[in-house]
C-alpha cells in the first residue's frame, strides 16, 4: 500500500483506506461470487434446460435462441469514422456524422457491436444486475470483432470502473468482465487499477444529455501511481452501453490529462438516434 519511499499505511487518510481497502474487498468478493456462481449454474444445468435470456425458451448455446438471436442489429460500415454511428447508406469513406461534427468528444474514436434495442438491452440487463456472467464471453466476442481495428493499435484496456460502494452492492463490474474476453481475445492487457471513480454518481438512467454530463463530471481521475505508465499509451476504454457518451467522454478526458496517446471507446451497444445525414 506505499505510494512512494518512506510511505507509510499509517500516512493514509481514513478517506483512501476506506477507498483501498474498499477496492480489495470487491476484487476478493468478485472471485469468491464467480466461483459460487459457476457451481451453482452448473448444478442448475444438469437439472434444468438453460433459458434463452430474452424469450425464455430454451436453448442451448450462449444464452439466446435462433430467433432473438436474428432481431439484433449488429453494427456494420458504412458508419461514421469517429463515433461509429451506422448510416444508412454509403457516403464515402472518412466521413463523418452531423453529431460528431457538433460536438466531437474527447475520445478518438468509438465503436459498438450492436444497436441499443430490446434484445441488446435484455443482455446488458442480464449481465449487469442477474449474475449472468456467462453472457461476458459471447458478448465480449462480438466486441473484439467489432472493434478489430482499434485492438490492432492499442497498447491496454481500461474498463470504466465502478464506485467501490456500487461494486460491493454488484458484486463485479460488468465492463471489466467484457474487458477480460476482449483481451483474450486480441492479446492485449487489461489495466484495472489505472481509472478510477473518485465519487459515487447517480445512475445515469433516466437523466438528459446536460444532466448526465453534470453527474459525471470530475467522478474520475488516474491513479497518481499509474500516470507514467499512461504516457504515451493509445488507450481503449470499455464499457457496455453508450448512450450520450458523457461517461467515456469523461473518462477519456482523464486519461488525456495523464498524457495517453490517444482514447478510443469499445462497447457492446449503443443507442442510435434517428437517422440524420452525414455532412
Not at 24 to 39: E, F, G, P
Not at 133 to 146: E, F, I, N, V
Amino acid at each position: 500500500m506505499s505510494t512512494g519511499a518512506g510511505t507509510t499505511p499509517s500516512r493514509f487518510s481514513a478517506s483512501a483506506l476506506k477507498g483501498r481497502l474498499g477496492d480489495a474487498w470487491v476484487q476478493s468478493w468478485s472471485k469468491t461470487r464467480a466461483v459460487w456462481t459457476a457451481t451453482a449454474r452448473a448444478t442448475l444445468d444438469i437439472a434444468l434446460p438453460t433459458l434463452c435470456v430474452s424469450c425464455r425458451e430454451p436453448v442451448t448455446g450462449d444464452g439466446l435462441c435462433a430467433a432473438c438471436w436474428s432481431q439484433l442489429s449488429f453494427i456494420a460500415p458504412p458508419y461514421c469514422a469517429r463515433l461509429g454511428i451506422p448510416f444508412v447508406y454509403d457516403p464515402g469513406p472518412g466521413l463523418l456524422s452531423m453529431e460528431a461534427i457538433a460536438s466531437p468528444p474527447a475520445y478518438q474514436r468509438a465503436r459498438a457491436a450492436v444497436r441499443y434495442d430490446d434484445v441488446a438491452r435484455t443482455l446488458v440487463h442480464a449481465l449487469k444486475y442477474q449474475d449472468r456472467t456467462d453472457l461476458a464471453p459471447t458478448m465480449g466476442r462480438w466486441m473484439a470483432r467489432a472493434g478489430n481495428e482499434l485492438l490492432k493499435e492499442a497498447d491496454a484496456l481500461i474498463p470504466v470502473p465502478l464506485h467501490w460502494q456500487r461494486g460491493w452492492s454488484r458484486r463485479y463490474n460488468q465492463s471489466g468482465a467484457l474487458a477480460r474476453v476482449i483481451a483474450a481475445q486480441a492479446d492485449i492487457p487489461v489495466w484495472g487499477d489505472v481509472l478510477q471513480r473518485t465519487r459515487q454518481t447517480r445512475q445515469q438512467v433516466g437523466l438528459s444529455r446536460a444532466e448526465r454530463s453534470r453527474n459525471v463530471q470530475g467522478a474520475f481521475s488516474v491513479a497518481a501511481e499509474k500516470k507514467s505508465a499512461i504516457q504515451g499509451r493509445r488507450i481503449i476504454l470499455i464499457d457496455d452501453v453508450l448512450t450520450s457518451g458523457a461517461t467515456v467522454d469523461t473518462c477519456a478526458r482523464a486519461l488525456l490529462r495523464a498524457r495517453a496517446a490517444s482514447v478510443d471507446v469499445l462497447v457492446f451497444a449503443r443507442v442510435v438516434e434517428p437517422f440524420k445525414p452525414p455532412i
